[in-house]
């Protein structure tokens, strides 16, 4: 077991970009774990009555999580499209790169959001900073009114959470379908074993998908998920819930073992091995992150099968009769089963 690994770190412990009696964003990017490549992550939670400021990001598509709570998302995108829909726990919204948003806690409790971002080092802008870029005239031209209609206006720098004044404004089509919106944990989960089920929030099932995908995974305690690697996919994971332990397999023939607990995050890039177990008697429930609409992998499972047993021995450097009797896998199963006592901790 590592002392420290590169793959991993916590949004639990990082310290806030910003905090406030309003709520908090925490960030974890290639500052902070600098094996990040092409994903971030962010945390935010709205207290009742706070507004996440619009804002768009420069460099990133974003997917978000909602974790708790009810709240309100309004999108203003490319070539004026207008959208405006409800998010609730359990539930995920996609904004493009570029498009101005807002989150609005719009219910009596605490709403927390996991946000994954396409780019490891994310920029955003914020309505009131583009605003105060202009001078009072420029605005008033703007909009045909006198620029001392925009002498109120407070030019300090924006502060990324705000109060809302009085109750929220919530329109009435809010709660329609929306091409923005996927009820991901909703979903029938299309992958499902006694000993675990997966959830796909990627373009096969959300059209809006184009460089970003997420996996909601559940494994119990008698599950494994296979070892495997992504050829063309980063993969950035984030523990929602449980205990366990991953192992990574760098180019240069390290090992990298670490243990998991809720709030962290771990990346592992494109086509490195690597294998998640649950430690303990609970579940675990995984957030997955990767930068491709359709992630796909390569388990060792079917890898076995796609090669000769006289291939398969001499790589491995024993006779052919001493193999193991792998079972024929056309498709990997990406959850297994766990038929043999866990690996003691550190071994």
């Not at 997966?198 to 996996?215: F, G, N, T, V």
């Not at 305690?221 to 397999?249: C, F, N, Q």
């Amino acid at each position: 077991m590592t002392g420290t690994s590169p793959h991993i770190t916590s949004l639990a412990t990082a310290p806030p970009a910003f905090e406030s009696e309003l709520g908090s964003v925490t960030l974890v990017d290639a500052t902070v774990l600098p094996i990040l490549n092409g994903l971030s992550i962010k945390h935010v939670v709205l207290e009742p009555g706070a507004i996440r400021e619009p804002q768009w990001n420069v460099n990133a598509n974003q997917l978000g999580y909602c974790l708790s709570g009810t709240a309100l998302v309004s999108i203003l995108g490319n070539a004026d499209v207008f959208s405006s829909f409800v998010v609730g726990a359990g539930q995920m919204y996609h904004v493009e790169s570029g498009s101005i948003y807002h989150i609005e806690n719009i219910g009596d409790g605490r709403a927390e959001f996991l946000l994954a971002l396409r780019s490891e080092r994310p920029q955003h802008f914020s309505m009131r900073d583009s605003f105060s870029a202009m001078t009072d005239a420029v605005l008033g031209n703007t909009y045909d009114l006198p620029g001392s209609a925009f002498a109120a206006f407070d030019r300090s720098p924006a502060q990324q959470i705000v109060r809302r004044a009085g109750a929220a404004d919530v329109p009435s089509t809010a709660g329609l379908p929306n091409a923005h919106l996927f009820d991901v944990e909703g979903q029938h989960p299309p992958l499902s074993y006694a000993y675990g089920e997966a959830r796909l929030a990627r373009k096969q099932y959300w059209a809006a998908l184009e460089d970003i995908s997420m996996y909601s995974l559940r494994i119990k305690e008698s599950g494994m998920r296979e070892p495997h690697w992504h050829p063309v996919t980063g993969e950035m994971g984030y523990v929602e819930k449980g205990h366990a332990r991953m192992r990574v397999l760098d180019p240069d023939n390290t090992l990298d073992e670490y243990l998991l607990s809720p709030g962290d995050v771990y990346f592992v890039p494109r086509a490195f091995p690597h294998h998640i177990e649950v430690l303990g008697d609970g579940d675990m429930h995984f957030l997955i992150f990767f930068d491709q609409p359709m992630p796909a992998d390569i388990g060792y499972r079917a890898t076995a099968s796609a090669f000769s047993r006289e291939v398969l021995a001499a790589s491995f450097g024993i006779p052919e009769r001493e193999l193991p009797r792998f079972p024929y896998t056309p498709v990997d199963p990406l959850i297994v089963g766990r038929l043999n006592p866990l690996d003691p901790v550190g071994s």
